[in-house]
């Protein structure tokens, strides 16, 4: 037997790799078997270029747990390794490699990515001893055994070993007992070893004999080594893809599409992409793809790599070519990962497109799901937008779907308004706006629905880019000024009753929390409704991304949603109210008025004559008498108001009429509703 001791400068490295390394312990399992698949396909390469003379024969690794000793083997009939191979490779290159990653991020833990080829010395973060039994390929070799406890210090000794290749014997430690067990082992291979291209076997497969799970004599292969983003494209159907989804998220609904992707140059990757579906949060549906590195699982968070907006997608990305040692900032900024991600984008703009051209009807039927993607890219990712801009779809409250050239050239003759400017009419919600929608599409436009989670944001974004245009929702105006035409129809009513009409009606308004109304008059169409409410476009948007996003734009959020009631002075309820109102309060008021008028008039004489003065010069008397007028304007106002007030509390009609807007616009709820709903069963 030999001894000696591992080159290293630290004096003892496994502290330290079981301190820096804590939180991954378990990829120790993916490094060795991938430290078995290199050696494999190494084999099978000198074979294959005649450097191997030998039986390469069954190559399957072989994983075994001793409960009872504690240990996990890795069984391997790769190139194995001679006495001087272990002293090169083991005892000088690992050790030195991880001792040089480790001296890297000794200060910067978090800058490790959290998972790396520690290689071969991570099985020492779950052991307290390490056995390599092997056999080298070369002819004539001794087999060796290499052990070490953790310490520097190694022993390496001759060996009867028959087989080529090599076991890694593992006695585990205390502390990850956890690991000996025929369950966690499994999960682990399930993991990271399900797509690896070596056959790995691990215990034997099971069968159900007289109602019970026994054990046949055939051998479990846990990994498809094979798997489909390794096939070629023009051999696969629509099934594969779908089965090999539901194998990789066994409780998700079928995907919506898939990508297939295959580049070789300037990098090397594969993978498949699938669009899911996803309900209605966004964020349970991210990192959700795999990447692997040649067949070996690496992780699923991928942000850095693909485009953000493609995190919502699923699916696995191969690439031998993404570094994985390094911290996620290095990881943005390297050339190699910028040109993978812009690539990922290209594709999937590529495939949408080939979809929309050649399925349109099977792209419409799923735009619904698929929407969130498109608008997620199109908001944050520029060449997407030139991309999608092809096929990205409008649809509108008739559920038809349109290309924003089609739908441009439908609405360009009717909704351009008096400035030349083309308006989008919209509803985010065709229950809740269903009244405004119709007065819309009665004047012959047409209403699109943008019910989306992302809708508030590319609204705002698509009116950045279509030129000359904007979008307005239906109920943010009256049907007749959504589009600003030239003609105006007449207000009939007079100054002096829109003044009543004003006190009348905003006495009457139900106190809401958080909502302020301002009584205004349009001349609508005599049929049109008597009351509406709306919301002015600017400030509800506002409001919304602020609720949305914050930012600078966040006091927007916290202030009260305004609206407009408006009052159709040409509706003959209207002017039923005007009628009443002069009947029980006309004459009182107007007297009142004419007072308050003539006093007014004087009001401004005397603030007139003020202004040309200085302070000093005004006289007394003037001065007294403006403070009178002004008192006595105030007390008239209170009178008629109080008038105009307590005619509007008795007039059912007024009351009613506001319900009836709030009801349209689906305000009217609790309370307000059930009194609604009394009176109007007291009416008939
Ligand atoms: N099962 C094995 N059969 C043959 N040689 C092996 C085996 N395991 C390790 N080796 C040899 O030991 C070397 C060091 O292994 P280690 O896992 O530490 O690093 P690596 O495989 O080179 O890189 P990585 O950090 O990516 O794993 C390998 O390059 C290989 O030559």
């Known amino acids: 037997m030999q001894k000696g001791k591992i080159g290293i400068s630290t004096e003892n490295i496994f502290p330290i790799i079981k301190k820096y390394l804590y939180s991954d312990h378990e990829i120790f399992l993916r490094e060795l078997i991938s430290n078995a698949v290199d050696a494999t396909q190494k084999l099978n390469t000198l074979a294959r270029i005649g450097d191997y003379k030998g039986e390469v024969g069954d190559t399957t690794i072989r994983v075994s747990v001793d409960e009872e000793k504690n240990t996990i083997t890795i069984s391997d009939r790769g190139i194995g390794m001679t006495a001087d191979e272990i002293e090169k490779y083991i005892n000088q290159v690992a050790f030195s490699g991880a001792n040089e990653f480790l001296e890297k991020y000794k200060n910067d833990a978090n800058a490790i990515i959290g998972h790396f080829g520690m290689g071969f010395y991570s099985s020492f973060m779950v052991s307290e001893k390490v056995e390599i039994h092997t056999l080298s390929h070369k002819e004539g070799s001794q087999a060796v055994k290499w052990e070490c406890d953790g310490s520097p210090e190694y022993t390496i000794e001759e060996i009867d070993k028959k087989e080529r290749g090599t076991d890694i014997v593992l006695y585990i430690d205390d502390e990850n007992k956890n690991f000996v067990s025929k369950d966690e082992i499994n999960r682990l291979l399930k993991k990271y070893c399900g797509f690896l291209p070596v056959p790995v076997a691990f215990g034997k497969k099971t069968e159900w004999k007289d109602g019970k799970e026994v054990e046949t004599d055939e051998e479990n292969i846990i990994n498809d080594t094979n798997p489909l983003w390794t096939q070629a494209p023009s051999n696969l159907k629509d099934e594969d893809y779908n089965k090999f989804y539901r194998d990789l998220y066994p409780m998700a609904e079928d995907p919506l599409f898939n990508i297939h992707l295959n580049v070789d140059y300037p990098f090397n990757l594969t993978g498949i992409l699938y669009f899911p579906k996803i309900k209605?949060?966004?964020?349970?549906?991210?990192?959700?793809?795999?990447?692997?590195?040649?067949?070996?699982?690496?992780?699923?968070?991928?942000?850095?790599?693909?485009?953000?907006?493609?995190?919502?997608?699923?699916?696995?990305?191969?690439?031998?070519?993404i570094p994985l040692n390094v911290s996620r900032s290095y990881l943005q900024s390297d050339s190699n990962v910028k040109k993978i991600s812009s690539h990922i984008t290209k594709k999937v703009a590529d495939r949408l497109d080939e979809i929309f051209k050649t399925e349109r009807q099977s792209f419409e039927n799923k735009w619904d799901d698929l929407k969130i993607f498109i608008e997620y890219g199109m908001l944050t990712d520029e060449k997407f937008y030139d991309r999608a801009q092809k096929f990205a779809l409008l649809k509108n409250t008739d559920g038809k779907f349109f290309t924003f050239d089609e739908y441009k050239n439908i609405i360009k003759d009717s909704q351009t308004d008096k400035d030349n400017q083309l308006v989008y009419l919209y509803a985010t919600d065709a229950q809740d706006q269903f009244s405004f929608i119709e007065a819309a599409k009665n004047k012959g436009y047409d209403v699109l629905l943008m019910d989306g989670q992302l809708d508030t944001h590319y609204i705002n974004h698509l009116e950045q880019k279509f030129e000359g245009a904007r979008f307005v929702r239906v109920d943010s105006d009256v049907p007749e000024k959504l589009i600003p035409k030239e003609e105006q129809t007449e207000l009939k009513l007079t100054e002096a009753e829109k003044d009543n009409l004003t006190t009348i009606f905003s006495s009457q308004v139900p106190n809401m929390e958080k909502a302020n109304f301002v009584v205004s008059f349009e001349a609508l169409a005599a049929d049109d409704k008597p009351v509406m409410i709306t919301q002015q476009e600017f400030m509800r948007r506002m409001k919304e991304m602020s609720q949305n996003g914050g930012g600078p734009m966040a006091f927007y959020g916290e202030m009260p949603d305004s609206y407009n009631l408006v009052v159709n002075g040409n509706h003959e309820l209207i002017q039923r109210v005007v009628k009443d109102c002069e009947e029980a309060v006309g004459e009182s008021v107007s007297s009142l008025r004419g007072k308050m008028e003539s006093l007014e008039s004087r009001k401004s004489e005397l603030e007139k004559s003020k202004e040309d003065k200085k302070e000093e010069e005004v006289p007394q008397a003037e001065k007294e008498e403006l403070e009178d007028v002004e008192k006595k304007v105030t007390e008239l106002r209170g009178k008629k108001d109080e008038a105009l007030q307590g005619f509007a509390s008795k007039n059912k009609l007024v009351s009613q009429l506001i319900d009836l807007a709030l009801l349209s616009n689906n305000m009217l709820k609790g309370e307000a509703l059930n009194r609604f709903v009394k009176r109007s069963i007291d009416l008939i």
Do not use: A, M, W
Not at 280 to 285: F, G, P, S
Not at 300 to 313: A, H, M, N, Q, Y
């Open 280 to 321: 209605n949060n966004i964020e349970v549906q991210r990192n959700k793809i795999q990447l692997y590195c040649n067949q070996v699982y690496v992780t699923d968070s991928v942000e850095g790599i693909v485009p953000e907006f493609l995190t919502l997608l699923h699916g696995v990305i191969d690439s031998p070519d």
